[in-house]
């Protein structure tokens, strides 16, 4: 079975910053895409950055500038730099691993979230 552990959410003011990780475990060939998404309370999970085997990275228009996606390949680990934290980025960030291939198959999974919550 393949697990995606979240870590690294909080508390933070705005201006500050925060860094999350995200570690696959388990039986793992490879991993296409691995990113981060967010759900903000009565609003639906929407993309904040992805980041393919090869390096290729995607962004929300809102974080564009502030958050920094980035991969260990070898550790199937994504981290996600967080700087200039707004209010408006207060949600719960969730792992996300597409295309894992495993003795079990090709599918994608997801992690349980972190919550981030900026505030004064």
């Known amino acids: 079975q393949v697990q995606l552990v979240e870590s690294g959410g909080g508390l933070v003011q705005p201006g500050g910053s925060l860094r999350l990780s995200c570690a696959a475990s388990?039986?793992?060939?490879?991993?296409?895409?691995m990113g981060w998404y967010r759900q903000a309370p009565g609003k639906q999970r929407e993309l904040v950055a992805t980041?393919?085997?090869?390096?290729?990275?995607n962004y929300a228009d809102s974080v564009k500038g502030r958050f920094t996606i980035s991969r260990d390949n070898a550790k199937n680990t994504v981290h996600l730099q967080m700087n200039s934290l707004k209010p408006e980025d207060t949600a719960v960030y969730y792992c996300?691993?597409?295309?894992?291939?495993?003795?079990?198959?090709?599918?994608?999974?997801w992690g349980r979230g972190t919550p981030v919550t900026v505030s004064s």
């Open positions: 996300n691993a597409d295309r894992v291939q495993s003795p079990f198959g090709v599918r994608d999974y």
């Open positions: 980041i393919t085997r090869g390096g290729s990275t």
């Open positions: 388990g039986s793992i060939f490879s991993i296409y895409t």
